[in-house]
Structure formats: C-alpha cells, structure tokens
C-alpha cells in the first residue's frame, strides 16, 4: 500500500475515484471509503445495499475488497447506466444489481437482509428510509449514513438557506440516537459518518 493509495485499490480505480470527486455529487471522501473498508474486514459482509450509487465507484471499491454480493439504488438514469458499465468493466456483474429508481419507493419493496447498508442518497429523506433500513438489516449488521455533519452546520448555525436541511438532519440524528434497537456513534470523518449497529 503506498501513501497515495492507502486501501490498496489499484490505479485504475483510484482514477475513477478522482473523477467521481470532482462532481456535483461526488463520491464519499477517502477516509469515508477508508473506514468502511476496515469495516468491511471486520464484519465480511455477505450483503450489502447502498442507498444512492451514484456511478459505483464505493460499489466498486467494496466489491474489489470483499466477497459480498452487492444491490445499489441509484434515481438518476444516466448514473444508474454508467454504474453498470463500470460493473461490467471491473467483472463484477454477477455480484452486483443496480436499482434504478427512487429509493423511497425501491426501499419498501426489497425482502432479503443485509449486513452493512451505506446510505449516501437524498439527506432529507434519510428520516423517511429508517424503518426500511432497520427491517433491511439483519441483527448485527452496520447502517453508515454519510453526510450527517455536513461542513459542521448540523453541530453549529447553518446558513439560512440550508436550514431545512440541518433540521432533517438532525432529526435523523436524533432518530438514530434515540432508538432502543441500534447503538450509533457520530465519526468526524469526512462530511460526518453515522455507524449505526443493529442490536
Ligand atoms: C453523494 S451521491 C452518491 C455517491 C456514492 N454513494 C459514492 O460513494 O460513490 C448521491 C446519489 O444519490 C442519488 N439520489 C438522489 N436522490 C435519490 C433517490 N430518491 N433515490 C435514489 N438515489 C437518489 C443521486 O442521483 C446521487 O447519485
């Protein structure tokens, strides 16, 4: 493992990493990706969903790093392709299944257990995917929802047009903390990561 590439993912996928920041919604940041690699050597997760794919550039990263069959859900149609081309380019479609559509309504139609669920999709919704992700997740199992800092607004005075956000945000924090089914901890890595544990 060499500095530039601490989790070892190789030049090819480094590359689509670099890409994938640099958009409008860009992918997880490296300590993110970091930590939920770690995680995944601990837990060997069997399944995994993430909520708002993207282009799979994390699936690629988890898929490269476990054995696990993933399921991604991803709204924008243009992603959701590119998303299966990169699979298909890595070798691994037959581990991996891209939903395309609104995980709000993907989220309540889904049966199987997972064992670790990123969530990384719309941060108002967050609050409405809870129930799903907890009856999503099996005993055990790691819920991740990135994002739930956002540039220290949601601890500190956010600006006034991002108010509504904070305040889902929050409330979703509060949701998390608050259930008697999960134990969670706020990380202060990248824009803010909830590890939640499913007891
Ligand atoms: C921050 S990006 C995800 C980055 C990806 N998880 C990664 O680490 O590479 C958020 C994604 O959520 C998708 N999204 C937004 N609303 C959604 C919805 N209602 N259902 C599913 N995906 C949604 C966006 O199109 C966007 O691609």
Not at 16 to 25: E, I, Q, S, V, Y
């Amino acid at each position: 493992m060499s500095p530039a590439d601490p989790d070892g993912l190789g030049g090819e996928l480094l590359a689509l990493r670099a890409a994938a920041k640099k958009g409008r919604d860009p992918t997880c940041a490296d300590e993110t990706l970091s930590y939920l690699l770690a995680l995944c050597k601990r837990l060997s997760p069997v399944r995994i969903l993430e909520i708002g794919a993207a282009e799979g550039v994390t699936a690629l990263c988890l898929l490269q790093k476990t054995e696990a069959v993933y399921t991604g859900i991803e709204l924008d149609a243009a992603r959701a392709e590119r998303a299966r081309r990169n699979f298909a380019r890595f070798g691994f479609e037959k581990r991996a299944k891209l939903l395309e559509g609104d995980a709000g309504e993907i989220l309540p139609l889904l049966e199987t257990p997972f064992d670790l669920i990123f969530l990384d999709g719309p941060k108002v919704q967050y609050l409405r995917y809870l129930p799903d992700c907890k009856r999503l997740l099996r005993s055990g199992g790691a819920l991740l929802s990135d994002d739930v800092l956002l540039f220290g607004w949601v601890r500190g005075e956010p600006p006034q047009k991002r108010r509504a956000l904070v305040r889902h945000i929050r409330e979703y924090l509060s949701a998390l903390e608050s259930d008697g089914e999960l134990s969670t901890e706020i990380l202060e890595i990248g824009e803010g990561l909830a590890v939640s544990f499913k007891l």
